[in-house]
């Protein structure tokens, strides 16, 4: 399953950049054609970001932040950059510049909360997941709240990622990765009669995976299903031979035939 990391970062930059790019109001404008060569900059920042070339990325980011140091995405790439390069210090310092500048853009938050969860101050991540959901300025919520819940699922506070997963769902109901981690956490937590509830939601309104089928054995066999988690296991099998947990279920002892 989906690890907090693989989560989040794989959400956070696609959140910051569905949004308009935001300067400040009452700071000095920079010349037009300025602000259009920091786009451009900014733009082959991002995705050399996107592509893991950390180096690149900081160069073009900081070329573009020279240009127009009030483009706030810029400030939050830049800020993701240098946390993957290993300076949390310089990275906190842009997010917070990008937070100054840009209050109200969600994908700034929702970047700035990811940051906050990975280095485990929880509840100020919180508080800035919510402030971007309720900026009201990303159409997809359930994305933002889904990242707040598995952050509070890491601290560990499984009431409160409860909460967010939930809310996630009243955005959206059939949103997989929400549905996911509800399925998850009802598990993990012992309740497996709403691991399943939850479970048959996602399998019903989302395509199958080699993980949710998987998770869907676990749950029928820690109920005493056996007959409901054989058929999944075989669907494993027969739907994802080459899969890690297809694997699992062979070297379990499930008999294919």
Do not use: W
Not at 13 to 18: E, F, G, Q, Y
Not at 51 to 78: F, N, T, W
Not at 161 to 170: D, G, S
Not at 194 to 217: H, K
């Amino acid at each position: 399953m989906k690890t907090i990391i693989n989560l989040l970062i794989g959400s956070v930059l696609a959140i910051l950049l569905s949004a308009c790019v935001t300067t400040s109001n009452g700071v000095p404008k920079v010349k037009i054609d300025e602000h259009d060569a920091a786009l451009k900059y900014y733009e082959v920042g991002a995705e050399y970001y996107r592509k893991g070339s950390y180096a690149s990325a900081r160069d073009r980011l900081e070329k573009s932040l020279s240009l127009d140091p009030q483009l706030a995405e810029a400030h939050s790439v830049i800020a993701m950059t240098y946390q993957q390069l290993g300076d949390s210090v310089r990275a906190a310092d842009h997010f917070k510049k990008a937070i100054r500048i840009a209050p109200k853009n969600a994908g700034v938050r929702n970047t700035f909360a990811v940051f906050l969860c990975q280095q485990r101050d929880f509840d100020e991540a919180a508080k800035q997941f919510d402030s971007a959901v309720s900026s009201g300025a990303y159409r997809n919520p359930e994305v933002i709240l889904t990242n707040a819940g598995v952050c509070l699922s890491q601290k560990p506070d499984p009431a409160r990622a409860e909460e967010y997963f939930r809310k996630a769902l009243t955005f959206n109901a059939n949103y997989a990765e929400a549905l996911l981690q509800m399925t998850l956490l009802m598990y993990s937590e012992g309740n497996s009669i709403q691991a399943r509830a939850f479970f048959e939601r996602l399998l019903s309104s989302n395509p199958p995976t080699a993980e949710i089928l998987f998770l869907g054995v676990q749950i029928e066999k820690s109920l005493g299903a056996d007959k409901t988690s054989n058929e999944l296991a075989g669907r494993v099998l027969s739907e994802f031979p080459t899969s890690a947990e297809a694997k699992k279920i062979l070297d379990a002892g499930y008999d294919a035939g």
